[in-house]
């Protein structure tokens, strides 16, 4: 689920071209995926995944599941914060030009 999550973040706006009430599922997304990057905040999904590992009678993560699995794929040991925060913002702003493009198609045909 969290990988999915990932690239919808990273390459949703593109999906929006195609089908505009993406854009709903996708502001907050890419609004959540930065907080999540910049504070470095537990994703809420670990705290499900952990109830269905229990459930079926699996060992929970010790850690969160993006600690675990995605962290070393997403966040490579020699990425600093500083690089996080200027992706961050690239992702923020090259959103923002689809969204405007998107914007000026509907509003201005």
């Known amino acids: 689920i969290h990988i ?6 990273i390459f949703g706006g593109f ?9 709903f599922f996708h502001v907050p997304a890419v609004c959540w995926g930065v907080y999540a990057v910049l504070t470095r905040t537990v994703c809420p999904l670990t705290y ?3 109830w269905f590992l229990i459930r079926a009678n699996r060992n929970e993560f010790s850690s969160s599941f993006l600690n675990h ?4 794929l997403v966040y490579p040991e020699e990425i600093s914060h500083e690089k996080l925060i200027i992706f961050g913002f ?3 702003l090259i959103n923002l030009v689809l969204y405007l ?3 000026r198609k509907h ?3």
């Open 4 to 9: 999915f999550f990932i690239m919808f973040v």
């Open 15 to 23: 999906l929006i071209l195609k089908i505009k009430t993406i854009i």
């Open 48 to 50: 499900l995944e952990n």
């Open 69 to 72: 699995y995605l962290v070393p």
């Open 90 to 92: 690239l992702l923020v």
């Open 101 to 103: 493009i998107i914007f």
């Open 107 to 109: 509003f201005f045909k």
